[in-house]
């Protein structure tokens, strides 16, 4: 197995990518591998104002700052896209990750289900491993 070397993790701005993001920073103190936080947008999104991605950058700051990790080691992509198309490409260039880590449910997430369809198509289609962070399991 090769030593892992860069963790892309999916990044809505819910409550769940958030816990995502603390527990691919963590993992990446602990292994010294680079993380790439990784944000799909699709035609709505193109249409609405730059504010809202501005928010979630400054969100992945806040999360950056708060974990401890040097900033040098994360990094922001957007991919064209549904979320799970885009995450499933970012173990290609110029992402290149080893390790997917996405939150049990996004956005769009409907009480009662264990993982929503980005977690659920993750743990079915990706061709490197798959962490999903529970619901409620920050940093752990």
């Known amino acids: ?23 691919a920073f963590e993992l ?3 292994v010294g591998a680079d993380v790439v936080v990784v944000h799909a947008v699709g035609l709505l999104e193109y249409a ?10 400054q969100t992945v ?3 950056t700052r708060e974990a401890g990790i040097d900033p040098a080691r994360v990094h922001w992509h957007v991919g ?18 080893d390790l997917l880590v996405v939150g049990s449910r996004g956005q769009g997430a409907h009480a009662g289900l264990l993982l929503g369809s980005t977690s659920h198509e993750l743990a079915e289609h990706a ?13 752990q």
Do not use: H, N, Y
């Open 1 to 23: 197995m090769s030593p892992l070397e860069k963790i892309a993790v999916g990044f809505d701005g819910s409550g769940d990518a958030e816990a995502a993001v603390r527990w």
């Open 28 to 30: 990446a103190r602990q």
């Open 48 to 57: 609405a104002d730059r504010g809202a991605a501005v928010e979630l950058e």
């Open 61 to 63: 700051e806040r999360l």
């Open 80 to 97: 064209d896209g549904d979320p799970c198309s885009v995450l499933i490409r970012a173990v290609f260039a110029p992402v290149a990750a």
């Open 127 to 139: 061709t490197v491993p798959v962490v999903i962070v529970p619901t409620g399991r920050e940093g």
